[in-house]
């Protein structure tokens, strides 16, 4: 049933509503003092924008004379369509939760595609596909939440009418409405009930912006506790005839048992008065419904079938009509109860004067016609023409967006139904709305997957897909889940994907390691190497050179590796000492060891291993296989041609203990005439404009020469 209209107050945003056509002012509190000088407005991110207001500076700009005033500020304004019940969080909460349900729909979707590509029977592997969007429908529905009942008593007022619930959303009221008639297609037999239940739980809704039924039984409840005689209240009558008109029988029977005839002490002055509410009462508990079941605490007499219920209904019309040419109504001496009772047999009998007394506005008009006139009425058949008979004999002033999108709807207009989505709800909505639309038919099939010239080359499901994914990425909470959208889209999907990539910071590893998580999902190799050199190379500037070692190395970048293996070399300096070493002996590691690397990166891992090899020299002892591994080391490194000249010289100094070892030569004739030929290189070197000098002192070089010749003549000496 019903819940009492909530009188919460807006959330503060900027409303801008579409149903007004005149110019409205917004104000804009801010704490700048007049003259404003300047006014700036620029977009922010998602739907705001920041208004800057500047003040007006004084000629003598004395130290005193703005004390304590502000200067200037920056306001951001949030704008909104009309949709302020939905706070930021609840938004998030929607957004995340849909995407399951929408992934597990394409999936589906492009298994079928896959399936019919391969000329596979489909009937043995997907049923019709309205199941798969009545299952959606009901998985969108459930996130957006269902009405709860608000703490009560445990013992039952008599006099509470409306059950008390939290007040329903918009959106969930316009998600239903568009199950009702789409979505599930094994309710259309039994469609004009499903309207009924539908008004039952979200007329309160269309209480914001029109009269409604639900409104009048939350004013009728507040002054019922002060009535004495409650048939004698004109509002009492009005009250339970509107009910009746929308099928909400319970109300009508729980109000009709308020009557004063039923109090003991009037049982024997008022017995007619008492059988006629009574038997009211009976009639409206007995109403046939043609539905499969009701709920615990319905009223009613359900029937599955159109001929068992065309039985039932002309029977209970004739008792109906019986009651209302029966004699007792004279005897009843009570004339508001007569006439209260005779008005709700009429709209039973579907009297269309009193069931447009009955009802406040064009929708529950049109509901107590579908009960009432044509209960007969199965699917959409001359529904639309019903509903503007309905609008003329209810004319508003303003129209909610509930009632445009029922319209829509009534008129199987795709476009009218797409637009009122997107102009009343956004383009969550509309996104979502669209997939219970395909399977409506060929034709509507064709109009939103069909490629437009106008659009660029894409089709209108694309398009809002698109939209819907730029609001989810305006924001730092929701731009992960928008390539479950932009994936979705065949033309531009892709390429919106990698633009939204890109765009995200790579400073913070969490995020990072999350654009690469969603490029592995997407099988997005290309644009995952391209993200892990852009992270690299941030981090190398910013002096994280560690972390841009990584990343350069996870993105296999060898281009830029080597271009850092050239800076390490300036880095460590021309002097290689152990101090130094230790420094950047991290970043070698780094860089890999794999026989691919070449250049600069080949000398640095040579490098790394002589270096150690001659830490064991100098730490572990001077066993032979400890020594002869050095020599080796130092041998390849110098055969080597992609070690760099300007290393030769601290190489060797650095080997002097090896060169003139004191037991005996470890370097035989070629290996001593291979390094007395670098030094020879070296010196011709010199003469060039570019060489570099090394900043070792002068008597190194001849330290070197020395101990190259010593070793050669002990080597002949031994050979």
């Not at 409303?15 to 005149?22: E, I, K």
């Not at 004063?260 to 002055?269: E, M």
């Not at 305006?474 to 992960?480: G, K, P, V």
Request: with cysteine; charged share 25%.
């Amino acid at each position: 049933m019903p819940a009492p209209v909530s009188d919460s107050s807006p959330s503060g945003a900027l409303v801008l509503s579409s149903s007004v056509d005149r110019e409205v002012v917004y104000p804009i509190r801010h704490e700048v003092k007049p003259p404003i000088a300047r006014l700036s407005i620029s977009w922010a991110r998602g739907n705001s924008f920041r208004v800057s207001i500047f003040k007006q500076q004084c000629g003598d700009n004395s130290a005193g004379s703005d004390d304590g005033e502000v200067g200037g500020q920056v306001l951001e304004v949030k704008i909104r369509n009309g949709d302020t019940e939905i706070s930021a969080a609840e938004f998030r909460r929607i957004a995340y939760g849909s995407v399951s349900p929408f992934a597990l729909l394409q999936s589906r979707k492009n298994m079928v595609l896959g399936l019919s590509k391969m000329s596979m029977g489909l009937s043995q592997f997907n049923p019709d596909g309205w199941e798969y969007i009545a299952e959606y429908s009901k998985d969108v529905s459930s996130i957006l939440g269902n009405p709860k009942s608000l703490p009560s008593s445990a013992i039952e007022d008599p006099l509470e009418i409306l059950k008390r619930v939290e007040e329903p959303a918009c959106l969930k009221a316009a998600w239903e409405l568009m199950d009702v008639f789409y979505a599930d297609k094994q309710s259309h037999w039994w469609l004009n009930e499903r309207l009924v239940d539908w008004l039952a739980e979200y007329d309160s809704v269309l209480s914001t912006t029109q009269s409604t039924i639900h409104s009048k039984l939350v004013n009728f409840q507040k002054e019922l506790d002060d009535l004495q005689v409650v048939e004698d209240n004109p509002s009492y009558w009005d009250v339970i005839s509107s009910a009746l008109a929308v099928g909400w029988q319970e109300i009508v029977v729980k109000m009709l048992r308020l009557h004063g005839s039923y109090q003991l002490d009037q049982l024997s002055n008022r017995e007619t008065e008492n059988g006629l509410v009574e038997a009211v009462a009976l009639l409206v508990s007995k109403m046939p419904r043609m539905r499969p079941e009701l709920d615990s605490g319905r009223l009613g007499e359900c029937f599955k079938t159109k001929p068992d219920f065309t039985k039932a209904w002309e029977k209970w019309r004739s008792q109906i009509t019986k009651l209302d040419g029966s004699a007792f109504w004279v005897h009843c001496a009570h004339v508001q109860t007569r006439e209260g009772l005779r008005n709700m047999l009429q709209i039973i009998l579907g009297n269309v004067e009193s069931l447009s007394g009955a009802n406040c506005n064009w929708m529950e008009l049109y509901i107590s016609q579908l009960l009432y006139v044509r209960p007969f009425t199965m699917g959409l058949e001359s529904m639309y023409n019903l509903a503007e008979r309905c609008m003329q004999l209810k004319k508003a002033s303003n129209t909610d967006r509930l009632m445009r999108l029922m319209i829509g709807i009534l008129g199987e207009s795709t476009e009218v139904v797409l637009a009122e989505c997107s102009r009343g709800f956004g383009p969550w909505m509309v996104t979502h709305a669209m997939e219970l639309l395909t399977e409506e038919s060929d034709q509507v099939e064709v109009l939103l997957h069909e490629e437009l010239y106008d659009l660029g080359g894409i089709s209108i499901e694309e398009l809002h897909r698109l939209v819907y994914a730029q609001v989810l990425c305006s924001h730092a909470f929701t731009w992960q889940i928008a390539p479950i959208y932009l994936t979705s889209c065949a033309k531009q999907g892709i390429g919106f994907l990698e633009t939204l990539l890109y765009n995200q910071p790579v400073q913070h590893n969490g995020m990072l390691l999350k654009n690469l998580e969603i490029c592995r999902l997407y099988e997005l190799d290309g644009l995952s190497s391209n993200i892990m050199k852009i992270a690299g190379v941030y981090h190398w500037k910013h002096g994280r050179k560690g972390c841009g070692v990584f990343w350069l190395r996870k993105a296999r970048d060898e281009v830029r590796l080597n271009k850092i293996a050239l800076q390490l070399f300036d880095s460590v300096g021309k002097s290689i000492s152990d101090e130094s070493f230790k420094q950047w002996e991290g970043l070698i590691e780094l860089l890999g060891s794999e026989s691919k690397n070449t250049g600069g990166l080949e000398f640095l891992h040579k490098y790394r291993d002589f270096k150690k090899s001659l830490h064991h020299v100098h730490h572990k002892g001077k066993t032979t296989g400890v020594v002869q591994s050095a020599v080796d080391s130092l041998i390849a490194l110098m055969k080597n041609p992609s070690t760099p000249q300007r290393f030769w010289l601290p190489i060797l100094n650095d080997s002097l203990k090896l060169i003139d070892w004191h037991e005996g030569p470890l370097l035989n004739v070629e290996q001593t005439n291979l390094l007395l030929n670098k030094l020879q290189e070296l010196s011709m070197a010199r003469l060039r404009p570019d060489f570099v000098e090394s900043d070792l002192s002068p008597l190194a070089l001849s330290s070197i020469r020395l101990a190259l010749a010593k070793n050669l003549g002990r080597a002949f000496l031994e050979g």
